[in-house]
Protein backbone atom coordinates (compact mmCIF):
# COMPACT_ATOMS: atom_id res chain seq x y z
CA UNK A 1 0.00 0.00 0.00
CA UNK A 2 1.18 3.48 -0.77
CA UNK A 3 0.10 6.41 0.93
CA UNK A 4 0.24 9.43 -0.50
CA UNK A 5 -0.30 13.54 1.09
CA UNK A 6 -0.63 16.63 -0.75
CA UNK A 7 -0.18 19.94 0.73
CA UNK A 8 0.85 23.27 -0.64
CA UNK A 9 -2.62 24.40 -1.68
CA UNK A 10 -4.02 27.47 -0.71
CA UNK A 11 -5.81 31.28 -1.52
CA UNK A 12 -3.96 33.39 -4.26
CA UNK A 13 -4.67 35.82 -6.35
CA UNK A 14 -4.92 35.73 -10.27
CA UNK A 15 -1.84 35.91 -11.37
CA UNK A 16 0.07 34.23 -8.30
CA UNK A 17 1.85 31.07 -8.17
CA UNK A 18 1.55 28.03 -5.58
CA UNK A 19 3.69 24.69 -5.38
CA UNK A 20 1.96 21.61 -4.58
CA UNK A 21 3.59 18.67 -2.75
CA UNK A 22 3.06 15.35 -2.78
CA UNK A 23 4.61 13.00 -0.47
CA UNK A 24 4.87 8.91 -0.78
CA UNK A 25 4.95 6.69 1.93
CA UNK A 26 7.06 3.79 0.47
CA UNK A 27 10.39 3.75 -1.65
CA UNK A 28 8.38 1.66 -4.41
CA UNK A 29 7.54 5.40 -5.24
CA UNK A 30 10.66 5.49 -7.01
CA UNK A 31 9.35 3.00 -9.51
CA UNK A 32 5.97 4.58 -10.30
CA UNK A 33 4.61 6.89 -12.35
CA UNK A 34 2.93 9.91 -10.43
CA UNK A 35 0.32 12.14 -11.76
CA UNK A 36 -1.41 15.56 -10.60
CA UNK A 37 -5.56 15.68 -11.76
CA UNK A 38 -7.96 18.11 -10.63
CA UNK A 39 -11.50 18.63 -9.14
CA UNK A 40 -13.86 21.32 -9.22
CA UNK A 41 -17.10 21.38 -7.89
CA UNK A 42 -19.54 20.04 -10.26
CA UNK A 43 -17.27 18.58 -12.67
CA UNK A 44 -14.83 15.75 -13.34
CA UNK A 45 -11.90 14.91 -12.25
CA UNK A 46 -9.24 15.69 -14.67
CA UNK A 47 -5.95 15.29 -15.82
CA UNK A 48 -3.64 18.06 -14.92
CA UNK A 49 -0.21 16.50 -15.39
CA UNK A 50 2.10 13.35 -15.52
CA UNK A 51 5.52 12.22 -14.93
CA UNK A 52 7.52 8.91 -15.54
CA UNK A 53 9.45 7.03 -12.93
CA UNK A 54 12.74 8.75 -13.77
CA UNK A 55 11.57 12.19 -14.38
CA UNK A 56 12.58 12.09 -17.80
CA UNK A 57 9.06 12.50 -19.75
CA UNK A 58 6.27 14.88 -18.30
CA UNK A 59 2.87 15.45 -20.14
CA UNK A 60 0.32 18.32 -19.75
CA UNK A 61 -3.19 19.10 -20.04
CA UNK A 62 -3.64 21.52 -22.54
CA UNK A 63 -5.74 23.71 -20.10
CA UNK A 64 -1.92 24.04 -18.16
CA UNK A 65 0.50 23.99 -20.35
CA UNK A 66 3.25 26.46 -20.31
CA UNK A 67 1.97 27.53 -16.36
CA UNK A 68 2.26 24.18 -14.38
CA UNK A 69 5.62 22.48 -14.25
CA UNK A 70 5.52 18.93 -12.89
CA UNK A 71 8.57 17.39 -11.40
CA UNK A 72 9.92 14.72 -8.70
CA UNK A 73 12.54 14.15 -5.82
CA UNK A 74 12.58 10.69 -5.80
CA UNK A 75 15.58 10.74 -2.92
CA UNK A 76 12.37 12.30 -1.24
CA UNK A 77 9.78 10.35 -2.58
CA UNK A 78 8.14 13.61 -3.31
CA UNK A 79 6.43 14.73 -6.69
CA UNK A 80 5.81 18.62 -7.09
CA UNK A 81 3.45 20.36 -8.95
CA UNK A 82 4.77 24.68 -9.86
CA UNK A 83 1.96 26.43 -10.66
CA UNK A 84 2.33 30.05 -12.37
CA UNK A 85 -0.09 32.76 -13.45
CA UNK A 86 -3.05 30.82 -11.58
CA UNK A 87 -6.68 31.93 -13.47
CA UNK A 88 -9.84 31.36 -11.39
CA UNK A 89 -10.90 28.25 -13.76
CA UNK A 90 -7.36 26.51 -12.08
CA UNK A 91 -10.03 26.59 -8.41
CA UNK A 92 -10.20 23.05 -7.83
CA UNK A 93 -9.64 20.18 -5.59
CA UNK A 94 -6.02 19.03 -6.58
CA UNK A 95 -5.08 15.68 -6.38
CA UNK A 96 -1.98 13.46 -6.83
CA UNK A 97 -1.62 9.47 -7.74
CA UNK A 98 0.74 7.10 -8.38
CA UNK A 99 0.75 3.55 -10.85
CA UNK A 100 2.80 1.05 -12.00
CA UNK A 101 2.58 2.57 -15.25
CA UNK A 102 3.44 4.65 -18.08
CA UNK A 103 2.96 8.55 -17.37
CA UNK A 104 -0.64 9.20 -18.20
CA UNK A 105 -2.93 10.97 -18.14
CA UNK A 106 -5.71 8.19 -17.96
CA UNK A 107 -7.53 8.15 -14.35
CA UNK A 108 -7.72 4.14 -14.41
CA UNK A 109 -4.03 3.83 -14.83
CA UNK A 110 -3.30 4.60 -10.84
CA UNK A 111 -3.61 2.69 -7.94
CA UNK A 112 -3.10 4.89 -5.38
CA UNK A 113 -5.13 8.83 -5.01
CA UNK A 114 -4.38 11.05 -1.61
CA UNK A 115 -6.46 12.96 -0.35
CA UNK A 116 -6.02 16.29 -1.76
CA UNK A 117 -5.26 19.94 -1.29
CA UNK A 118 -7.73 22.94 -2.07
CA UNK A 119 -6.76 25.69 -4.89
CA UNK A 120 -8.74 28.97 -4.76
CA UNK A 121 -7.77 31.16 -6.95
CA UNK A 122 -9.63 34.88 -6.71
CA UNK A 123 -9.81 37.34 -9.48
Known amino acids: QVQLVESGGGLVQAGGSLRLSCAAS????????MGWFRQAPGKEREFVAA????????YYADSVKGRFTISRDNAKNTVYLQMNSLKPEDTAEYYCAAGLTIATMQRKKYDYWGQGTQVTVSS
Open 26 to 33: RRTFSSAA
Open 51 to 58: ISWSGGST
